[in-house]
């Protein structure tokens, strides 16, 4: 069967970066591998120094990159035992926005000694949330401003945002700034990396830098409005040329062919750099408009695809190309879900629980979805918000905190687990509808993630809250697939792939069997349960008590 | 030393009953005997059949009382090696309202074959709170008929109070009220086994029978409003007699002389009955008016003198001779304290933590107290309101229920503890102040009770909140003191007792020498964070948004 084609997926996440190799003509993931970062998300003091950072910080090293690319590529090829001239393409996806300030020959500025003790010269990652200040004014400008770009990202520029990031560097460490020969998305620099070619992609400009195809970036007078210093910012330390998804970056440098063992130049193409949320759309067979993907793990990102440009109140993003060429990609999210799960499993377990877990072998996790699941919906008297981590949509604020209501003496650890999963269904099912006010359709629901996998009380929540069906996407990582199949379109049909990621999808792309559906009698209960939520929601969100800010900072006070 | 004389106090509580022996000089404590109820509060089935409970019973056996005098009262006997013709006095107090059904002869129906298979022939204890539907109506009713007692307790008669637990027994064993020839206090039954003379104490009849000296109950006309089979409710299941608080109730009657080895008939003077809260107030030395007495234990009263009738916004009552005669005794109180730093013990600590309070030998209240001791005041960012147990004073709601706001994913099992102590804290500020608002002074606390031991960093919580200084009384077991207190007080100055319980006050209760003072900076935060709590309050608690009571309901509706 030497015919096969194979293309491979290099998905870097939070923790690790995780290639698998993908048989082109049916999807099968032949091989994957995981690999570790080695300094993980670097939150507290700087690696190999006694630097403490401040509040709120979250970077990486990307060292850890290049070593998951020297390691796991490698590992999948010989796991296989695929020959090297039968990969004909290399996709890539990344999380976002992880930027890094990098010099003339790209190299990151942290990894040269002269910057390694500066916070600021290493990879801040998508959830460094130390720009929360740059982001407040530069909303506030724009909104002063009546900037039209604000009406695409949901009235609101994110602090997890490449602007707020940059402004941050500037006022914190001009030196970084300066210094810099450009700044670029972790997506675009791995791209950068393995083929010796800077081409930005169209998804992380649309969805993090506010770029638009057609209009372009902010223009050289708002970012002057911001900061004078920051005039000139898209030309002297980014890019005006964007590509779009689907594109072909280039050929694998000798460098990086040596180092994984595939071919050089052109007869393993790279794609253009992508998303780990967006590039698992077409993974998980959505190509068209009206089917929701919800890529669940810590947090949930909502994708859909629409034919026109649609303003939706609080959503991250509409990008056009930003998921699939030809179509508006709209983005939406929850910053706290399995994360909300695991926050609570670490600290508010009982002690007989552990006990009980650990004589029958469960995990903590599946034992409490076992006694959640035996309770009645509304049983439990208990109603929370989900924003432990703060509201992504539909309220964009990260100064919002979680809330619990109707504790009460008999309240069992069980109800409280089952009360944040449905926040978070809750949280889900107020996007879906304001998308749908918005006109833009969502009918079903594909889910995908490690979430689906491990809770099927879960996704029947979501179902139920929801009222819509919900399908799970086949592969358990749809990053990697979703890497693999631009990996494959890169290379052309010409070389064994494909012309377009529909065609991919077509082939590539599976869904499971199961299908959840929502059950009348529980859909009748949520939806009281829903009715209370968005009244405590529109109360504690939409300013009429700013009891959570207040706190936050009060908080702030004190430990300053 | 033969001249010393002695009192006995005991203290009938929740779980168990007290005895202990007093030098009646000086107040020491020289022995103390702790029973607890073999039966226990009953709560899921009645004992030795398979009868199951309805919802939000809580039972007792009074055969469990019996046996704590018979067990406890010898044994302290014993211990001191105190002469029976040495103990001048025995004065008891109870839970309240804690009430059962009995025969001509003062047989709890409960004790007689052909009854106790019936749960409404058993003691109702306090917290028993399945009569809620009769005292809304109860109170629905009161409030139409413009009845001037509602001022006295608040606005509101409790569910947990006498009548509506005798018109919950109307209405689902009509056959008990039937069969009832009386129904009377707990502390009133144990006097009339003790002395065989029914003498109902003005503290139950005042706090919990809507009882007032002077004007007495309300008039047959409301009670036939209520329920035409009420109308002559008092006559003939109660009675009009009422005395006032350090009476003597009678001497020992010779079958308790037996059982205890006291003296029987007058050589032992036994006081009228009292209340566990109510008599713990001169126990603390509090016999004027200013300083108010917490005790702290599972829950919290809240006990206060004056020399005039004042109407307190949610206030439990206030009552003439209530708790020393002569001046009106106000109470407040919190439904949930003590048992809500167990509940989230119980339920909320993570594994680590067991670990290290196992490893160092520690309580996990303790290891719990010491990290949450560590924090700044304000630091977690958390807000709770201290409903797991509805809310007593002021706003009188046992459907109100728990509420944590400010979570984050950083949050710590002893964030939320901490939270949970300032939450009561603040309660207990509230009720302060609305006296203060009512001209009722409180200038100093003073407390008592179980928690004040425990847990110091609450004690400094409570002043800093409030901005007052606290006392705790020297006795860790003021109930059964106060209660031997009035045993002296009924012995009189002539048997070596005392003519008043000012003077017993004088000699028999004395404070610890630690103070609790505000301390200002924490006071500062303190302020701000108490301001966001009462607006939660009012928001949750006044009827702007009534989601506690729509998940109750749900919760009902689910679980009928």
Known sequence: MSKKKYAIGVDFGTESGRAVLVDVATGEEVATCVHPYADGVIGEVLPGTDIRLPPDFALQNPADYLETVRVAVPAVLREAGVDAEDVVGLGTDFTACTMMPIDKTGTPLCLKPEWRNNPYAWVKIWKHHAAQPEANELNRIARERGEEFLD???????????????????????????????????????????????????????????????????????????????????????????????????????????????????????????????????????????????????????????????????????????????????????????????????????????????????????????????????????????WWNGNRSILVDVDLTGLLLGATLATRAEEIYRALIEATAYGTRIIIETFEKSGVAVKELVACGGLPERNKLLMQIYSDVTGREIRVAASSQAGALGSAMFGAVAAGKAAGGYDTIFEAARYMAHLKDQVYRPIAENQAVYDQLYAEYVRLHDYFGRGQNDVMKCLKALKQQVRD
């Open 152 to 386: 695409r990202y949901g009235g609101k520029i994110s602090s997890e945002w490449l602007f707020p990031k940059i402004w941050e560097t500037l006022n914190k460490a001009p030196e970084v700034y300066q210094a810099a020969d450009r700044f670029i998305e972790g997506a675009d620099w791995i791209v950068l990396q393995l083929t010796g070619e800077e081409k930005r992609n169209s998804c992380t400009a649309g969805y993090k830098a506010i770029w638009e195809k057609g209009t372009g970036y902010p223009s050289d007078d708002f970012f002057a409005a911001l900061d004078p210093r920051l005039c000139h910012v898209v030309d002297e330390k980014l890019s005006r040329d964007i590509y779009p998804l689907g594109d072909r970056a280039g050929g694998l440098t000798r460098q990086w062919a040596e180092a994984t063992g595939l071919r050089e130049g052109a007869p393993t193409s790279v794609s253009i750099g992508n998303v780990d949320a967006h590039v698992s759309v077409p993974a998980a067979t959505v190509v068209e408009p009206g089917r929701m993907v919800m890529i669940m793990g810590t947090s949930i990102c909502h994708m859909v695809l629409g034919t026109e440009k649609r303003i939706v109140e609080g959503m991250c993003g509409v990008v056009e190309d930003g998921i699939i060429p030809g179509l508006f990609g709209f983005e939406a999210g929850q910053s706290c879900v399995g994360d909300h799960f695991a926050w609570f499993v670490d600290h508010c377990v009982p002690w007989e629980y552990y006990q009980e877990a650990e004589r029958r072998g469960l995990d903590l996790h599946k034992l409490l979805e076992e006694k959640a699941a035996q309770l009645w919906v509304g049983e439990s008297g208990l109603l929370a918000l989900d």
